[in-house]
């Protein structure tokens, strides 16, 4: 069993940064990939990015590439969400996901972490 809490999120100005972090318990999740997703109000939860087990692989949605970074630290059973140049756009629920694979990313997910972007 994993559980996943994340936090960093908050109300900041376009063009600001925040970094969302995900800590996770238990001794599995360093071999997990993991993932950010996020939910904006009246729209589906969509894909932000995901990294492998040891951080060689990552991928990011078009939408977020080049102002996103995604990065973990196992021997703090963590994974971070770097995000700069916020726009209003990004503003949404972001929540961390994670599974032992890529098709099993989403089995533990954690409570979510309100992000908040004014113009």
């Known amino acids: 069993q994993v559980q996943l809490v994340e936090s960093g999120g908050g109300l900041v100005q376009a063009g600001d940064s925040l970094r969302l972090s995900c800590a996770a318990s238990?001794?599995?999740?360093?071999?997990?990939?993991v993932g950010w997703f996020r939910q904006a109000p009246g729209k589906e939860r969509e894909f932000v990015a995901h990294?492998?087990?040891?951080?060689?692989?990552?991928y990011y949605a078009d939408s977020v590439k080049g102002r996103f970074t995604i990065s973990r630290d196992n021997a703090k059973n963590t994974v971070y969400l770097q995000m700069n140049s916020l726009k209003p756009e990004d503003t949404a629920v972001y929540y961390c996901?994670?599974?032992?694979?890529?098709?099993?990313?989403?089995?533990?997910w954690g409570q979510g972490t309100q992000v908040t972007v004014s113009s």
């Open positions: 996901a994670a599974g032992p694979s890529i098709a099993t990313m989403q089995r533990y």
């Open positions: 238990g001794r599995t999740f360093s071999s997990y990939t």
């Open positions: 990294i492998n087990w040891n951080g060689g692989t990552t």
